[in-house]
């Protein structure tokens, strides 16, 4: 049983809370995107630069990557459902807030600066990359959003 001291920003059930929810969302993003664009509508790999076969190897490797954090989010949940210490809304406000920064930063360091892969191989790419960015800012400031309202003492428990 935790008390209200031991759940505080700054204290380690506070900081589990979100590093369980980051995990979460990091490997359930990079989850969605390597399923959805990777492997169903073919539209890149995790890195284009080279051949096929390499494009497939990456995007193994990425998709172990992506269910590793999810898991390890998943683990860190448990935890915290045992202890009696899951702040819900901190929880899915780290989830959300990881994952637009991994959306974010897959749509700016990896697709234009790295240039490792585009989101999409289309004449007007900046359509995809406008929605995909946009997605990810979203994602963030909900997520945000979440995060400092459970601050302020509306973190919803969980028993």
Known sequence: MTTASTN??????????????ALFGLGMVAFIDETLFHQLLHWHHFYDKSTT??????????HAFSWIATIGGLFLLADLRRKNALSIRRWLGAS?????????????????WMKLHQIRYV??????????????CLMILMGLFQIVKARNGQAGRIA
């Not at 990881?98 to 234009?112: N, P, S, V, W």
């Not at 004449?123 to 990810?136: E, G, K, R, S, T």
């Open 8 to 21: 505080m920003p700054g204290t380690r059930i506070y900081n589990r809370n979100l590093w369980s929810g």
């Open 53 to 62: 076969g390499l494009g497939l190897v990456s995007d193994g490797l990425f």
């Open 96 to 112: 959300q807030f990881a994952g637009g920064m991994f959306q974010l930063y897959d749509g700016t360091i990896q697709h234009k």
């Open 123 to 136: 004449d007007h790419v900046f359509i995809y990359d406008l929605i995909w960015n946009l997605a990810a």
